[in-house]
């Protein structure tokens, strides 16, 4: 997890005010608190909406400049660790699978995979005449050594829970150079989208004591340089099995500070400012630079607020559908982030992925109250925690305290420190705002983050009949049964969870206007095609 890990209708102005002018009106209100004003959020909504970065045949060659945020000053290289520098990552590294834009599982240095024993034993088929960056050859003797090293205590990787739920030291074999076999202590028919996550990338051999320095993979790009919490490069991998990247170098800068960033962009010492969500003013800044625009990254973040499940008096299921049921979805997607995003409806599969259900409990403050009531409450006031540690957590949750006050749900937002809020409020506090990066498979997505007891349930909700389902779904190899199953858990998921979940939102990226086909989803970054203009 990141926080731990769309468009107004237009109408004419003799009509009256338009609903894009009711709605900024009202969210400069509600923003009056952050030094924002109505004017200022009617030009971004007018005249920030991101751009889109340019595309086509870039020229051959050049240096990106890329700014990033730091893990800590203790970074590493190791893929497998909870310190990984993220942004290397897809340069240096290939994993056995990955996902496209749909969400689907692709081949990456696996080519085939398949199921077999009640999906209990996965067989892979891996890519032939494939070197890593210091020459050694590609076999199956790295995928398995990667896996017992994700799996490994010592290590303290965040993907060891998941895959060990399942998988052990000792129940991966290689029959051959060619081919990898995981046997699973049991079922699980989407165990190799666990596969896809950015801590699976496949290192050497033997190299646990070296790979965080090393940074050696079989990916686009070989590393040159790196020091942790600061600068590093890497240089085109001629020989990358997918085809020789367009650049020939990247320059990693981490920068702590995002405004710090955002100055080094405008600066034109970077060329583009990673993993940085841009709050309302720093877009409508760089949107003023004549060399920088800005870009969305669709739905890259779930927006949500956790209501603790053993606190009163969100015990209560009738509290919690009545706190659902008191807001509509598109209002707050308005008023928090400009529309830029997706209405979830309180439920944290995207609308693109497969095995969605298009499933909602009804805007509705009337019901809203009579929930309220059946729980013995005329009205409720209630504290919604909050922060800076995301720019869009303070605008959620005061979208969220106008929404509901007709219902008689009187909020009061705290805000936090937002350098200890993951420590003293998160997980701790009755109701606070959170957000997740998405991009997880839906088996990880709804076990890690919803399942009973899952350590980042951030809402300690827990309901016997969910787990049953989602065991039911991981052990179904008929793909309709599994998708009716996985949609059943969605939808008591909506009805009775205990997390609030508005929307998706697009994460707003900085960089210049000279960047070409820059393309970012999921955990994925095309380190191969991104360029500039010729």
């Not at 995928?143 to 290590?155: E, G, M, R």
Request: contains cysteine; proline residues 5%; hydrophobic residues 40%.
């Amino acid at each position: 997890m990141t926080s731990p890990d769309s468009l107004p209708d237009r109408q004419s102005p003799s009509d009256g005010p338009s609903p894009l002018h009711a709605a900024v009106s009202r969210r400069g209100v509600l923003l009056g608190g952050l030094g924002i004003t109505a004017s200022t959020l009617l030009l971004a909504a007018c005249g920030t909406a991101p751009g889109s970065a340019g595309s086509g045949a870039a020229a051959k060659g050049g240096v990106l400049r890329i700014a990033r945020p730091i893990a800590s000053t203790g970074e590493s290289l190791d893929p497998a660790s909870s310190l990984c520098a993220y942004e290397y990552l897809g340069a240096l590294y290939s994993r056995l699978v990955k996902q496209d834009k749909t969400g689907a599982v692709v081949a990456d240095l696996a080519t085939v995979w398949q199921s077999s024993n009640g999906a209990k034993t996965w067989t892979l088929t891996l890519r032939d005449g494939v070197t890593f960056h210091n020459g050694k050859a590609f076999t199956s003797a790295d995928a398995k050594y990667t896996l017992q090293h994700i799996l490994d205590k010592a290590v303290g990787s965040p993907q060891a829970g998941v895959l060990g739920t399942f998988l052990s030291a000792s129940g991966i074999s290689t029959p051959d150079a060619r081919t990898l076999v995981l046997n699973l202590s049991k079922p699980n028919a989407e165990f190799i989208s666990l596969l896809t996550h950015y801590n699976c990338y496949v290192i050497p051999d033997g190299s646990a004591s070296t790979i965080g320095s090393t940074g050696i993979g079989t990916g686009p790009f070989s590393l040159v340089s790196f020091t942790p919490a600061g600068r590093g490069s890497v240089k085109a991998n001629p020989s990358y099995f997918g085809g020789a990247p367009v650049l020939d170098s990247i320059e990693f800068t981490g920068i702590a500070d995002v405004q710090a960033r955002i100055n080094a962009l405008l600066g034109q010492q970077v060329d583009l400012i990673a993993q940085t969500n841009l709050d309302t003013a720093s877009a409508m800044t760089v949107n003023a630079s004549a060399n920088h625009t800005t870009v969305a990254v669709k739905n890259a973040q779930m927006y949500v607020l956790p209501m603790l499940f053993t606190a009163a008096p969100f015990t209560d299921v009738n509290v919690r559908r009545a706190f659902k049921q008191a807001f509509n979805p598109q209002d707050v997607l308005s008023l928090a982030v400009n529309g830029q995003g997706t209405v979830a409806n309180s439920n944290p599969i995207l609308p693109t992925n497969p095995y969605w259900l298009d499933y909602s409990l009804p805007y509705d403050q009337e019901q809203a109250k009579s929930l309220l009531s059946k729980a013995g409450y005329g009205s409720l006031d209630q504290v919604l925690y909050t922060s800076t540690a995301d720019p869009t957590l303070s605008p959620l949750a005061l979208a969220y305290q106008s929404a509901v006050a007709g219902a008689g749900i009187n909020i009061k937002v705290e805000t936090a420190a937002a350098d200890s809020y993951y420590t003293n409020v998160w997980m701790k506090k009755p109701f606070m705002s959170s957000y997740w990066y998405t991009g997880r498979p839906i088996d990880q997505q709804l076990n890690e983050v919803f399942r009973s007891g899952s350590s980042y349930n951030e809402s300690l909700w827990a309901n016997s009949q969910f787990d049953g389902l989602l065991d039911a779904a991981r052990a179904e190899t008929d793909d309709a049964r599994r998708k009716t199953l996985y949609q059943d858990a969605q939808k008591l998921l909506v009805d009775d969870g205990s997390t609030i979940i508005p929307f998706f939102s697009d994460r707003i990226m900085g960089m210049s206007k000279s960047v070409v086909n820059y393309s970012e989803f999921s955990f994925e970054f095309d380190y191969v095609n991104i360029g500039f203009k010729g």
